[in-house]
């Protein structure tokens, strides 16, 4: 998983999961718990060892492995794939201003504290409403 360039060298998933968990006082527990991995599975993905493999010969990782990763440790989803030699995602645009608002209203809630929660929960129903509100406009 190393760059290919000349002298430059590019973090590895393993060293970015890692990093971070130490940044965050997690263990691989930790982030296994908040992932739906085994912690098996996150210590090979943190020593750089392909998933599925015994030998640990690259072997490309799943989109969503990396992103449930990146999410959990609240980094930048984007980085998550480099790290892992992944193209950077597509974002499609929406189309329509109830399709941005639903997007916004679809995001992982796994990993927020109970007070996250309640903090942003007026702001999701706000959302609901608006939803409503369109789907309404968009009736008559």
Known sequence: ??????????????ELITSRLLELGWSNAELAR?????????????RDIAPGTKTGKPKRIPDETVERIAK???IPIDRARTAAGLSKRER????????????ALFFDQKGLSEK????????????????DRLKEKKEQ
């Open 72 to 74: 959990a440790l609240n």
């Open 34 to 46: 908040r992932t739906g991995f085994s912690t098996t599975y996150i210590g090979n993905l943190a």
């Open 92 to 103: 499609p645009s929406p189309n329509t201003v109830e399709e941005a608002l639903n997007n």
């Open 116 to 131: 996250d929660i309640e903090t942003l929960r007026p702001f999701l129903e706000m959302m609901d409403r608006e939803i």
């Open 1 to 14: 998983m190393v760059a290919k360039r000349a002298n430059e060298r590019h973090e590895t998933l393993g």
